[in-house]
């Protein structure tokens, strides 16, 4: 059948529908023509209907009785001039780059490609039609019943992260049911939710969900891009998350996953990646942006425009640049929060997104146009702070209002449960909220997202079982993935039956636990650490959609010990505000006298003396934690106290003496935990005046009265 055109709008960008038909809106600055293509539910293109308004770079028309649930493509044309940048080719079908929903998979076998795949040379054109092997674009239906969701607006400061990967995190759970598990609804499952409550959790960071593609290289290998660093679409929930299929219902089936999500007070925060696309360099595939407009889009080569600029490593490099992409990014980020509701970002490779020209530059646009943003005003906001350019390590640079994947942090605190020399400083600052980074540029400890080990590289489990990485199963015959040895030495490589290898590495990965549990700042768990989630030895699952980096839910006796202990020891942190302050230590004035908010102990029970932090073979500390200094009032304005806590870590393998100073509050103080002890590592004791620090041990004390 043949639609009405009528002239449309050119705003807003994208297909959205009314009760007269659909607008359709696409940017393209240098094309010559526009035709909507339309198809039906086999993929058949049944229509192609040529946009004939052209207003400020925007090519648009009303259709009138297109509803949602159409199929849709572009396809456009202009100079094909691949020398300028110029990449044009109506020959293959393109994703709108607004597209809300996506339905399809990319067919590596059709001709995607814009050039002869068969010479390899981008410069030769090829005429294949593309459409039966690109992905296609549905028309959304917007309605959907929020309930009065509202956001559980949880501080920074009193956040607990959990990174999580939608589909890993259910997909063996068996209490989900089994046609839910692996989706949106899965993650929204009662039993899952239970179980992210009894930890603590209060947010979510989900591994990318925007509409993303298999790489070719690894479809030839069997094998598929899990995590889910290759965008295809912005705007659009990953179609593969969702248990009720790729035409439409997976926009409503993550609303309703937020929905719950909220409900029981969690919030949910987008692992997001708009440094780079899918679509690769020269030679990679056309599917959306390359042959919509492919100089504005991308960052190309300045004195070859031919070639990509590429900060990523992944063969592209988006051009934020240009006002156009910009406001691409940032019509995302808003529709992401205004339409689905979710609580905040964490931005992959962030320090592309501050590139201008070349440099890093934390004045860019991007933050200037973010923070002047009403909408995203309130959202949280979390880089990483790094790319692979020059100059690319920005840790501890980014503006205020952002948060920071605080890689010091995981370093430094790797290095000191090692046993390396020389860290006892460092890791008194990483300990205490990272001042060095954070303090004097106007951002607080909670600028500071704490970390020991994240999606990239090994599990917590695997970090204390395997001095090298076991990559085998990527097809790279080993050679991907961090290349630096952590060469723990614990008497095995992997698992073992030995009791005392294995006792020593669970009372490693509850130091670890405990000391970001216990650190100032955010702290932000690797979803399974908790119950030694393995990968056997793969510190870069990226392409094993398997038992690999699937949850085992199945937790014998030590997993589940382990949970418990981290179950107990958030909702510790969470009870206490001197164990997450809002601001950066500083002595205060408390009725009249001077009080330390901290003090560093040596363990003869002296204070820590300058030069005595250089000393490159100290590897035991006392950290005491003033309660009477908080500056927290409670709902009536009232002052809060809290208990005084002194922190022992001791990373040498012998047990050392450890002489306690006095309490601030004149009380003695008592045990409430030890990482070494296994089975009850929360049992109180004392009071005491002095302890034995087990070898690779944490304790905590607490000035508080003894409990009944």
Request: net charge negative.
């Amino acid at each position: 059948m043949s639609h009405t055109l009528l002239p449309g709008r050119p705003y807003p960008l994208g297909a959205k529908a009314s009760s007269k038909g659909t607008n359709f809106a696409l940017y393209s600055e240098r094309a010559t023509a526009v035709l909507l293509c339309l198809f039906d539910e086999n993929g058949i293109e049944v229509e192609q209907i040529k946009l004939r308004e052209h207003t400020a770079f925007v090519w648009h028309g009303l259709v009138l009785g297109i509803k949602p649930g159409q199929i849709y493509g572009y396809r456009v044309e202009g100079p094909w001039e691949p020398e300028n940048g110029l990449r044009f080719n109506s020959a293959k079908l393109l994703l709108d780059p607004y597209a809300e929903a996506v339905t399809g998979l990319v067919d590596w076998k059709q001709p995607i490609f814009p050039y002869n795949l068969e010479s390899g040379n981008d410069l030769e054109k090829c005429d294949q039609d593309s459409a039966a092997g690109v992905p296609k674009a549905v028309v959304v239906d917007h309605t959907f019943d929020w309930e009065e969701d509202s956001p559980p607006d949880t501080p920074l400061a009193d956040s607990i992260i959990y990174e999580l990967h939608v589909k890993g995190y259910s997909i063996q759970n068996p209490m989900v049911p089994e046609e839910l598990r692996g989706s949106y609804a899965g993650l929204a499952h009662e039993k899952s939710i239970n179980y992210l409550k009894t930890l603590g959790i209060t947010a979510v960071e989900l591994l990318p969900i925007h509409h993303f593609i298999d790489d070719g290289h690894l479809v030839d290998k069997g094998l598929s891009n899990y995590w889910g660093y290759n965008t295809l679409a912005y705007f659009a929930p990953m179609a593969r998350f969702s248990s009720c299929g790729d035409c439409g219902g997976q926009v409503r089936e993550f609303k309703e996953m937020v929905k719950a999500l909220h409900k029981a007070g969690i919030e949910v925060i987008l692992d997001v990646v708009y440094n780079h696309t899918c679509e690769g360099n020269h030679l990679g595939p056309m599917l959306s942006m390359k042959g919509v407009d492919n100089t504005t889009y991308y960052r190309t080569m300045r004195d070859d425009p031919r070639f990509y600029m590429d900060y990523t490593g992944t063969g592209n490099t988006l051009n934020v640049y240009h006002p156009q992409v910009l406001k691409l990014l940032m019509d995302s980020l808003r529709h992401w929060v205004t339409e689905m509701h979710v609580d905040g970002f964490r931005f992959d490779l962030a320090a592309t997104l501050a590139r201008e020209l070349h440099d890093v530059n934390k004045l860019s646009a991007f933050f200037d146009t973010i923070h002047q943003d009403p909408v995203l005003a309130d959202v949280k906001l979390i880089a990483e702070p790094w790319d692979v350019g020059d100059g690319g390590y920005q840790v501890g640079q980014f503006p205020i209002l952002w948060a920071e994947w605080n890689g010091k942090y995981r370093d430094t605190v790797r290095k000191f449960w090692k046993g390396d020399e020389g860290q006892l400083s460092d890791f008194a600052y990483r300990l205490t909220g990272s001042s060095d980074l954070y303090q004097y540029d106007g951002r607080k400890p909670y600028a500071s997202i704490n970390f020991i080990t994240a999606h990239d590289g090994f599990t917590l489990c695997d970090l204390v079982s395997y001095n090298e990485k076991h990559n085998d199963a990527n097809g790279e015959n080993n050679q991907d993935g961090a290349s630096d040895n952590e060469s723990w030495n614990m008497g095995a490589e992997g698992p073992t039956d030995d009791p005392a290898i294995n006792d020593m590495r669970e009372r490693q990965t509850r130091n670890f636990l405990a000391t970001l549990m216990l650190s100032q700042g955010v702290p932000m768990l690797t979803g399974g650490d908790e119950v030694a989630r393995s990968q056997r030895g793969n510190n870069n699952a990226f392409c094993q959609d398997n038992e690999l980096t699937w949850y085992d839910w199945k937790l014998d006796p030590p997993r589940r010990r382990l949970m418990e202990f981290t179950a107990t020891l958030i909702n510790l942190r969470k009870a206490h505000p001197n164990l997450h302050r809002r601001k950066f230590f500083q002595d205060r004035q408390v009725k009249g006298s001077v009080e330390r908010d901290i003090a560093w102990y040596n363990p003869d029970g002296n204070e820590i003396p300058g030069d005595a932090w250089t000393q490159p073979y100290a590897k035991t500390l006392g950290l005491m934690l003033n309660g009477k200094t908080l500056q927290v009032a409670d709902e009536d304005g009232k002052p809060v106290l809290d208990d005084s806590f002194l922190i022992l870590v001791n990373a040498s393998p012998e047990g050392v003496d450890f002489a306690l100073p006095t309490p601030p509050n004149g009380n003695k103080w008592r045990i409430l935990l030890d990482t070494q002890s296994m089975e009850q590592p929360f049992a109180e004791s004392g009071p005491l005046d002095q302890i034995i620090i087990g070898g690779r041990s944490l304790v905590l004390l607490s000035d508080a009265a003894a409990t009944a």
